[in-house]
């Protein structure tokens, strides 16, 4: 069964700075997503990353993916408030033997908060 | 811009009713899916349909019924409301076609959500 997790789980940082937040995932895949919360809001799509080596950037936001490692990451660059939200990765989970059904598995989510 | 609409953003009900959730999609997608979120539980799969009247069960069914009589339409029903059932609902969408991916993966494009209150 494929599991999801995210480090950290809770990342307090300035404005201004740097930070990467982790996905590691357990099984094979080569699809893997990252969404956006905002509080009491739904979710997002931010980026898709469909293969080894993938790379994708929108604004300060910068996502990775490294299949034989099984990680993504999440880079933030010179963090602005507006980035506050809760990030969540995500990765299809296909069953080869077909004993269960293909779905998306979620992580557990980073709760990020950037202070003036 | 994909559209997926909830038809509700909050409800209030009380224990024993019965419950419908709407949801409507406007890009001619597959498969359509709802959540249940918690805090400390995350995302939750309740059932998802990848075909007009299809329907696969998702990790907690138990309490829920779904129905998908249109394309873009995916309804999740609760028999009868109870406390436990108090949740933030999501509803999703994905386009999944030949060469695209598994039936039950993909980009999902989420609606605003539904906060359900069940007394």
């Known amino acids: 069964e494929l599991k999801v997790e995210q480090n950290p789980l809770f990342l307090s940082m300035q404005e201004g700075k740097n930070y990467t937040i982790y996905c590691n995932y357990s099984?094979?895949?080569?699809?893997l997503y990252w969404y956006r919360q905002d509080p009491g809001k739904s979710l997002e799509s931010l980026f898709v990353?469909?293969?080894?080596?993938a790379v994708k950037q929108e604004g300060r936001l910068m996502a990775s993916l490294d299949t034989k490692a099984r990680l993504s990451t999440l880079h933030i660059t010179a963090a602005v408030h507006d980035l506050s939200a809760t990030y969540f990765c995500?990765?299809?989970?296909?069953?080869?033997?077909?004993?269960?059904?293909?779905?998306?598995?979620f992580g557990p989510g980073t709760s990020l908060s950037v202070i003036p | 811009d994909v559209k997926v609409t909830q038809s509700s953003r909050y409800l209030v009900k009380r224990t024993g009713e019965k419950v419908f959730l709407e949801c409507v999609q406007d890009?001619?997608?597959?498969?359509m899916f709802w959540y249940r979120q918690d805090p400390g539980l995350g995302l939750r799969l309740i059932y998802f349909?990848?075909?007009?009247?299809?329907?696969e069960k998702g990790d907690i069914p138990e309490g829920y019924s779904v129905s998908r009589e249109k394309k873009e339409r995916f309804s999740l029903i609760l028999e009868s409301a109870s406390t436990n059932q108090t949740s933030m609902y999501l509803c999703?969408?994905?386009?999944?076609?030949?060469?695209?991916?598994?039936?039950?993966?993909?980009?999902?494009?989420f609606g605003e959500g539904s906060r359900l209150t069940v007394l």
């Open positions: 990353l469909l293969s080894n080596g």
């Open positions: 099984t094979t895949s080569d699809r």
């Open positions: 999703a969408s994905t386009f999944m076609g030949p060469g695209q991916g598994a039936p039950g993966t993909g980009e999902l494009f």
């Open positions: 349909s990848y075909d007009v009247k299809m329907k």
């Open positions: 890009m001619d997608h597959e498969n």
């Open positions: 995500a990765v299809d989970e296909v069953d080869f033997m077909k004993t269960s059904y293909d779905k998306v598995i």
